[in-house]
Nanobody, 123 residues
Framework: QVQLVESGGGLVQAGGSLRLSCAAS????????VGWFRQFPGKEREFVAA???????YYADSVKGRFTISRDNAKKTVYLQMNSLKPEDTAVYRC?????????????????WGQGTQVTVSS
């Protein structure tokens, strides 16, 4: 069982920055694929970014060049640095772990999910 707790969300003006954190339990954290997804009201979860056990990173086109995902295995934490935020980035951001397998952008392939943190970007 893996537990995930997100933090770092909040209200920010357009053009601003936030750093989200995802703290995880689990003895083999360093082997997990970790992804960030976001969810808009009434919509399906949308892939944002993911990082593999070997630190390969993947991004949605909509955030490429603005967001950076990273991990600290000693702290069992994954970060999402979000710069140049836009009002359309407003959503609940959730981290997820895929315990086995390779990186995927499909939410259904992830095994464990956090509760999420709200990010609101004002114009």
């Amino acid at each position: 069982q893996v537990q995930l707790v997100e933090s770092g969300g909040g209200l920010v003006q357009a053009g601003g920055s936030l750093r989200l954190s995802c703290a995880a339990s689990g003895r083999t954290f360093s082997r997990y694929v970790v992804g960030w997804f976001r969810q808009f009201p009434g919509k399906e979860r949308e892939f944002v970014a993911a990082i593999s056990w070997s630190d390969s990173t993947y991004y949605a086109d909509s955030v490429k060049g603005r967001f950076t995902i990273s991990r600290d295995n000693a702290k069992k934490t994954v970060y999402l640095q979000m710069n140049s935020l836009k009002p359309e980035d407003t959503a609940v951001y959730r981290c997820a772990v895929r315990a086995t397998g390779v990186v995927t952008t499909s939410a259904n392939a992830y095994d464990y999910w956090g509760q999420g943190t709200q990010v609101t970007v004002s114009s």
